[in-house]
């Protein structure tokens, strides 16, 4: 029998094998990657490893998929479900102002402590949004979704063994070896001809719109790595000639402690397509659509300390200055500059944990977690953030379009929020703050028992 965390570690190693022959650059991505990985842990030993085991960072990656309807989301959802990978997150990436995208998003992961240890790997997923007028006319909504009704992105072959490693847990090895290759092919590159008219149609309005409802199927976009220096990796990406988009998203480099997620890329390559004209040739183009990505991931911080990072990046927008030396200086101000601090002003999530070689001398632990953890009774573990940026996916986005598409401000914009997203897949999109305040909050329930306080 094959289990859940197996399956998805064996599909995440699948689908980074195809893609390293779909698009060579990746593979260069992934081994600066590794070679930084290893120069940081050399150097800092321990330390690196505080935020993820180096077997846990090395495997780790995050794929990036775009979907056209709330069934084919629903069915997307099936799939991963499979994996043991639940939608988390809901992003609206339909307001980020200078690069408005008509999509919603969620991030299928796995949420137990242990299944992400065992393998962290999730899916960030974009759902076309047809119905927001901001975007679409009526007609252009009305062709789409028509095109898009009569396409089948998951044989049904591959839905029923999905539903059958979800609800068993475990799959018999014959079945989840045609499971896997029946889900890394269905994520493969088409090469199906393109209607080069009606992708060029919905390219005037996004060319990510033309990416998802140009094509008869979905493909994945980029599969992301995680580096432990990713200021070191922009360098060494930039020395060997690849020309990276300008800035690293998220929080600055600074002295403090890692938070939430840095992330860059490089622009999208032109890959060759089969189009067809309209007189009904077929020619080989070229499009370009998927690009290469690393991130580097810090600490998971509160609603409170996310409430900071947005207030920061408002500062940050407000100032023509240069915007890294600014982002320093603003985190230096105001984001506390230690672990120790940024739990006890709760902007971050730990997780407890006895020391279990502490000098054992008969007294009783003090009752308050300072104390605690001030007397070396107990540690308390950083917990890594999972998840991602609406700001930064905005950006990331970025790297496959050329100029902004259009988006008709006058129209009011289509509603859709998280109670949407899980009505329309029919599981319930998670609460990413929850999760960790859960991880938290188990851990300090474990220690008031183990050391039977009362964690005042
Ligand atoms: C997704 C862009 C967002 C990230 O890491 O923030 C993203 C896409 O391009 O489909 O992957
Ligand atoms: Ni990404």
Redesign the pocket.
Known sequence: MISQWQLRAAFAARLSDMYGREVPAYTTLVDVSREVNEDVLRAQGADAERLGSIGRVTAER?G?I?VGTPAELAQVARVFGALGMRPVGFYDLREAAASAVPVVSTAFRPVDREELARNPFRV?T?MLTPADPRFFDADLRARLETFLAGRELFPPELLALADRAEAERELPEDDAERFLQLAVTAFELSTEPIDRAWYETLERVSAVAADIGGVRSTHI??L?PRVLDIDELYRRMTERGIEMIDTIQGPPRWKGPDLLLR?TSFRALAEPRALRTPDGQVTSGALRVRFG?VEARGIAVTREGRALYDRLLTLLDQQAADRAELARTLWTEHVPGTERELAARELAYFTYHVVPDRPQDGSRPPQALDDLLAQGWVRAEPIVYED?LPR??AG??QSNLSDAGSRDNEQQGAAYDSDWLSGAIGREVLDPFALYERQQSESLARVAAELDVRLT
């Open positions: 995050h990036a775009r960030f974009s976009n980029h992301t992330q990505e991602f930064s996916a990331i986005f």
